[in-house]
């Protein structure tokens, strides 16, 4: 089973703060997304990333980086926190050369509080 | 703009009886389609896609019914159990850029024992 994994559950940050989000999945995908979840907005795309060192902005990158280094990491930075930015983060990943070649594999998700 | 959109955001249903939830799209180029479950506490898990080529697919309980003509996607859950309840999101894949996904809002599906 494809397997996404987050590095944290729960998070609780202060404005101001850099925070790192980590995702690692172990199913050798190329693509890769992190995605920011809040309640009547649904899932919007924040970054992905289609290969190592490659990245591509979503519809919300202002505030966001990122970082893909490894194949198999891909690293969302908050460079300096702020409270707007308090949510649910979902990495996901995907390959070309699965099946349909589209579904995306998610992660647990990483709920993060900025005080 | 393009937007995928689910026509209720909460549906209760008794245990045991069908549920339908539904999702508008406006992208008419879209052809590529995927339904995802998501419980509390859990990321989004894939439940069954459908291609635009296609007006119905089948799995194990559940039924996506594509119409074109209206721009309407609709999931049936048969039997709907307990385990059943989560949040529901369609979601347009678009394909032509690397497969990124727009999600609906969402439905809430509660089952009544």
């Known amino acids: 089973d494809v397997k996404v994994t987050q590095s944290s559950r729960y998070l609780v940050k202060r404005t101001g703060e850099k925070v790192f989000l980590e995702c690692v999945q172990d199913m050798d995908h190329e693509n890769m997304f992190w995605y920011r979840q809040d309640p009547g907005l649904g899932l919007r795309l924040i970054y992905f990333?289609?290969?190592?060192?490659?990245?591509e902005k979503g519809d919300i990158p202002e505030g966001y980086s990122v970082s893909r280094e490894k194949k198999e990491r891909f690293s969302l930075i908050l460079e300096s926190a702020s409270t707007n930015q308090t949510s649910m983060y979902l990495c996901a990943s995907s390959s070309p050369r699965d099946r349909e070649g589209d579904e995306q594999y998610f992660g647990p998700g990483t709920r993060l509080t900025v005080t | 703009g393009e937007s995928v959109g689910l026509h209720l955001p909460t549906l209760s249903v008794q245990e045991g009886d069908n549920s339908i939830i539904n999702c508008a799209y406006s992208?008419?180029?879209?052809?590529?389609f995927i339904w995802y479950k998501q419980e509390s506490g859990k990321g989004p898990q894939f439940i069954i896609d459908i291609r635009s080529n296609m007006d119905k697919r089948q799995g194990q309980r559940v039924t996506v019914l594509l119409n074109k003509t209206v721009k309407h996607l609709s999931l049936q859950i048969a039997a709907t159990q307990p385990g059943d309840s989560a949040v529901y999101f369609c979601a347009e894949n678009k394909r032509n850029q690397g497969g990124k996904l727009i999600f609906g809002q969402g439905t809430e599906l509660s089952v009544k024992p």
């Open positions: 990333s289609y290969d190592v060192k490659m990245k």
């Open positions: 992208n008419s180029a879209s052809d590529y």
